[in-house]
């Protein structure tokens, strides 16, 4: 299966099988103290990458799993795992807080402070490990939600559990472009479970990152309003407005921002071999002379300006701006 691997202790003589192991599930995870249980150490860890997610199946014996602070001093990739468990009873510890769980359980922890594992014998975990910086919550929310255990009999959570399966044994064979549309639709999920009531509401700082992850996947609409971003977070338009202005922007503001940055990006993206105009109508922009003058606004340039001085800084770039089409709008060919 393309970008998929598989680790097994048992390719190693029993002798070299701890240290084998260790090295495996530190690699694969995060640095961390590996403690077998007594008996024949048994092992596998498989998976395969999702965009910048990383998607991880481990199964074992008992173990203990310990991230200390020394861990986290030596690396520290600041992801935030999300956990099913397939198999087994397992107990977790972090941030002053102990969960059991069970078959069927998720459980959220964050490799940015130390967390410990114990489990009552065999087990198997599925886990996503999402860097953190691309969650539109608050890191004081995230930690919020650490070390509980969240049943997948209902809520969020009993969408999400399939989804994470799936990912861990499918993911990794979609195309570039679909990895990139998983990825998202793992971020809302993220995003979702954070929000769900039950351990404070849905304070004010989870409700704007539920209304910027929703924009985020409707950037290239061209019809997305304010109204549709809060009937689609169970908000009214007025609270919408405020929780913005709070934020120091306005809805519309945010959105144009959003959409001018995701241009920016695309216009020096040597891969993106796109007239200007394709490029601002993908991310919902459909008047190319509006487009520019926003453009010029934001960053100082034109988009034709952009692109001549990237390929001046950039000789080896594949990009040809001088195809027709390219070339900055003027009044006549607009």
Request: aromatic fraction near 6%; glycine fraction near 6%.
């Amino acid at each position: 299966m393309p970008g998929w691997f598989e680790i097994n202790a048992a390719d190693r003589p029993a002798p070299q099988r701890p240290e084998y192991w260790r090295s495996a599930v530190c690699d694969q995870f995060v640095p961390l103290a590996v403690e077998p249980g007594g008996g024949m150490l048994r092992g596998r860890v498989a998976g395969g990458d999702v965009a910048e997610l990383r998607l991880r199946r481990i199964r074992a014996t008992q173990h203990g799993f310990e991230r200390r602070q020394r861990d986290i001093s030596a690396a520290d990739p600041e992801v935030l795992h999300l956990l099913l468990l397939d198999h087994g009873e397992t107990l977790v510890e972090q941030d002053d807080r102990a969960t059991s769980m069970t078959p069927g359980d998720l459980l959220l922890y964050d490799s940015s402070r130390p967390f410990r594992f114990r489990t009552a014998g065999e087990f198997q975990f599925t886990i996503c490990l999402m860097p953190k910086r691309l969650l539109p919550v608050p890191e004081r929310v995230q930690r919020t939600w650490t070390a509980r255990a969240l049943p997948s009999a209902h809520g969020v959570a009993a969408a999400v559990a399939p989804l994470l399966a799936s990912l861990a044994r499918h993911g990794s064979t979609a195309d570039a472009a679909q990895q990139l549309a998983l990825q998202q639709a793992m971020v809302s999920m993220y995003v979702a479970l954070l929000s769900e009531t039950g351990v404070e509401g849905r304070p004010p700082a989870v409700n704007l990152s539920l209304a910027k992850s929703y924009i985020a996947r409707n950037l290239g609409d061209p019809r997305l309003s304010p109204a549709d971003v809060a009937a689609a977070c169970s908000l009214s338009l007025s609270y919408l407005h405020r929780l913005f202005a709070n934020d120091g922007s306005t809805v519309a503001g945010y959105v144009r921002e959003q959409r001018l940055q995701a241009a920016h990006r695309d216009l020096l993206e040597a891969a993106v071999q796109q007239p200007v105009a394709q490029i601002a109508e993908r991310w919902g922009i459909t008047d190319p002379a509006h487009f520019s003058r926003m453009f010029k606004k934001r960053f100082g340039s034109s988009p034709a300006e952009l692109r001549r001085r990237w390929r001046v800084d950039s000789p080896g770039r594949t990009y040809d701006d001088t195809r027709p089409g390219n070339a900055e709008l003027t009044p006549a060919a607009r």
